[in-house]
T-cell receptor, first 114, second 114 residues
């Protein structure tokens, strides 16, 4: 079946460096992609989203890139800070059969080292 | 403006008991989603409801699980005769419109079945 998965379960970066988290998706019909941040004991927090008709979208310190050719979604965090330590999930929605639900990947743990 | 509220935050039940999880969506939101998260996994869609209607329950187990979103009051996720495999974090999300890609999540209810 369709799935959304992540390449790396854990990513360690030095404070101040840039972080890149990748996500592979398989449902080429999805038309909406989202990145969520989840801190321990809390619910997912919306970070940034992108529609399938876009390649790039920038927010505050974050950038999402969508490569439809290789079906890859990436999240770039500039000048990573200790407060960025969390699990990051990609999710997809819409498209054929997607309906209203979001399909989540398994998550990448981001650890920021001082 | 209060966010999505869930209670209780932690719930312990013995095998065979019933669990009732409550979700109050954000003000002005009439669309509610329930997701389940097992340890170190992503969120899995369970059910999508609007006021007094179940729109999509494709992720709900066929037995023991039910959900409602009455005209007045919170949405309820009910699990009858709980088993240890039901232990998980249950998250509720809400959205002001459909399609509901931009979903706002509550803090979750952590259910432990002993």
């Amino acid at each position: 079946g369709e799935s959304v998965g992540l390449h790396l379960p854990t990513l360690s970066v030095q404070e101040g460096d840039n972080s890149i988290i990748n996500c592979a998706y398989s449902n080429s019909a999805s038309d909406y992609f989202i990145w969520y941040k989840q801190e321990s004991g809390k619910g997912p927090q919306f970070i940034i989203d992108i529609r399938s008709n876009m390649d790039k979208r920038q927010g505050q310190r974050v950038t999402v890139l969508l490569n439809k050719t290789v079906k890859n979604l990436s999240l770039q965090i500039a000048a990573t800070q200790p407060g960025d330590s969390a699990v990051y999930f990609c999710a997809e929605g819409g498209g054929t059969g997607g309906g209203n639900k979001l399909t989540f990947g398994t998550g990448t743990q981001l650890k920021v080292e001082l | 403006n209060a966010g999505v509220m869930q209670n209780p935050r932690h719930l312990v039940r013995r095998r065979g008991q019933e669990a009732r999880l409550r979700c109050s969506p954000m003000k002005g939101h009439s669309h509610v989603y329930w997701y389940r998260q097992l340890p170190e996994e992503g969120l899995k869609f369970m059910v999508y409801l609007q006021k007094e209607n179940i729109i999509d329950e494709s992720g709900m187990p066929k037995e023991r699980f039910s959900a409602e979103f009455p005209k007045e009051g919170p949405s309820i996720l009910r699990i009858q005769q709980v088993v240890r495999g039901d232990s998980a974090a249950y998250f509720c999300a809400s959205s002001p419109y459909r399609p509901a890609y931009e979903q706002y999540f509550g803090p979750g209810t952590r259910l432990t079945v002993t």
